[in-house]
Protein backbone atom coordinates (compact mmCIF):
# COMPACT_ATOMS: atom_id res chain seq x y z
CA UNK A 1 0.00 0.00 0.00
CA UNK A 2 1.48 3.17 -0.88
CA UNK A 3 1.36 6.04 2.08
CA UNK A 4 0.84 9.66 1.74
CA UNK A 5 2.08 12.35 3.97
CA UNK A 6 1.18 15.72 3.51
CA UNK A 7 3.04 18.82 5.38
CA UNK A 8 3.07 22.73 5.48
CA UNK A 9 -0.75 23.48 6.49
CA UNK A 10 -1.31 25.99 9.11
CA UNK A 11 -2.72 29.23 9.81
CA UNK A 12 -2.14 32.51 7.45
CA UNK A 13 -4.08 35.86 7.25
CA UNK A 14 -5.84 37.01 3.82
CA UNK A 15 -3.50 37.71 0.89
CA UNK A 16 -0.65 35.33 2.24
CA UNK A 17 0.84 32.33 1.10
CA UNK A 18 1.06 28.98 1.83
CA UNK A 19 2.98 25.98 0.06
CA UNK A 20 1.88 22.45 0.72
CA UNK A 21 3.70 19.01 0.43
CA UNK A 22 2.95 15.11 0.04
CA UNK A 23 5.34 12.44 0.12
CA UNK A 24 4.66 9.66 -1.87
CA UNK A 25 6.41 6.06 -0.94
CA UNK A 26 5.97 4.17 -4.34
CA UNK A 27 9.06 2.76 -6.61
CA UNK A 28 6.88 4.22 -9.59
CA UNK A 29 5.63 8.02 -8.13
CA UNK A 30 6.97 9.15 -11.58
CA UNK A 31 4.02 7.03 -13.50
CA UNK A 32 1.12 8.56 -10.93
CA UNK A 33 -1.40 11.19 -11.43
CA UNK A 34 -1.61 13.33 -8.46
CA UNK A 35 -3.70 16.08 -6.55
CA UNK A 36 -5.14 17.94 -4.16
CA UNK A 37 -8.38 17.97 -2.61
CA UNK A 38 -10.40 20.03 0.06
CA UNK A 39 -12.96 19.74 2.58
CA UNK A 40 -14.67 22.62 4.55
CA UNK A 41 -16.72 21.71 7.26
CA UNK A 42 -20.37 20.38 6.49
CA UNK A 43 -19.31 20.72 2.80
CA UNK A 44 -18.45 17.80 0.19
CA UNK A 45 -14.68 17.70 -0.54
CA UNK A 46 -13.99 19.36 -3.93
CA UNK A 47 -10.89 18.92 -6.15
CA UNK A 48 -8.69 21.55 -6.21
CA UNK A 49 -5.74 20.62 -8.74
CA UNK A 50 -4.40 17.76 -10.14
CA UNK A 51 -0.81 16.96 -12.44
CA UNK A 52 -0.25 13.91 -14.63
CA UNK A 53 2.91 12.03 -14.69
CA UNK A 54 3.59 13.95 -17.82
CA UNK A 55 3.33 17.57 -16.35
CA UNK A 56 -0.40 18.53 -17.44
CA UNK A 57 -2.18 20.61 -15.32
CA UNK A 58 -5.72 20.98 -14.07
CA UNK A 59 -7.34 23.22 -11.67
CA UNK A 60 -10.37 24.42 -9.84
CA UNK A 61 -12.29 27.00 -11.37
CA UNK A 62 -11.79 29.13 -7.69
CA UNK A 63 -7.53 28.47 -7.76
CA UNK A 64 -6.66 29.49 -11.06
CA UNK A 65 -4.29 31.87 -10.91
CA UNK A 66 -3.40 31.44 -7.56
CA UNK A 67 -2.63 28.24 -7.41
CA UNK A 68 0.06 25.82 -8.82
CA UNK A 69 0.94 22.61 -8.26
CA UNK A 70 4.36 20.60 -9.29
CA UNK A 71 6.37 17.78 -8.60
CA UNK A 72 9.72 16.54 -7.90
CA UNK A 73 10.21 12.83 -8.90
CA UNK A 74 13.83 12.65 -7.80
CA UNK A 75 12.41 13.40 -4.14
CA UNK A 76 8.58 11.50 -4.70
CA UNK A 77 7.01 14.72 -3.94
CA UNK A 78 3.92 17.06 -4.90
CA UNK A 79 3.47 20.54 -4.07
CA UNK A 80 1.04 23.21 -4.29
CA UNK A 81 2.16 26.45 -3.90
CA UNK A 82 -0.88 28.80 -2.32
CA UNK A 83 -0.76 32.10 -3.21
CA UNK A 84 -3.46 35.56 -2.51
CA UNK A 85 -5.21 33.01 0.33
CA UNK A 86 -8.84 33.68 0.97
CA UNK A 87 -10.85 33.04 4.04
CA UNK A 88 -13.29 30.58 1.57
CA UNK A 89 -9.57 28.83 1.28
CA UNK A 90 -10.26 27.49 4.68
CA UNK A 91 -10.57 23.77 4.57
CA UNK A 92 -8.48 20.58 5.22
CA UNK A 93 -6.26 19.69 2.04
CA UNK A 94 -5.62 16.29 1.31
CA UNK A 95 -3.36 14.73 -1.26
CA UNK A 96 -4.44 11.92 -3.55
CA UNK A 97 -1.99 9.68 -6.03
CA UNK A 98 -3.75 7.29 -8.96
CA UNK A 99 -1.75 4.29 -9.92
CA UNK A 100 -1.30 4.39 -14.06
CA UNK A 101 -3.68 2.45 -16.02
CA UNK A 102 -1.95 -0.81 -15.64
CA UNK A 103 -1.77 -0.41 -11.45
CA UNK A 104 -4.84 1.42 -11.27
CA UNK A 105 -5.00 2.41 -7.35
CA UNK A 106 -5.91 5.00 -5.51
CA UNK A 107 -4.27 6.86 -2.42
CA UNK A 108 -5.34 9.53 0.06
CA UNK A 109 -3.43 11.23 2.49
CA UNK A 110 -4.61 12.02 6.26
CA UNK A 111 -5.09 15.69 5.49
CA UNK A 112 -3.16 18.74 6.52
CA UNK A 113 -5.34 21.78 8.26
CA UNK A 114 -5.00 25.29 6.40
CA UNK A 115 -6.94 28.17 7.98
CA UNK A 116 -7.48 31.87 6.21
CA UNK A 117 -8.07 34.00 9.19
CA UNK A 118 -7.74 37.75 10.41
Known amino acids: QVQLVESGGGLVQPGGSLRLSCAAATPIFSTYTMGWYRQAPGKQRELVATITSLRITNYADSVKGRFTISRDNTKNTVYLQMNSLKPEDTAVYYC????????????WGQGTQVTVSS
Open 96 to 107: NGRGPRWSPSEY
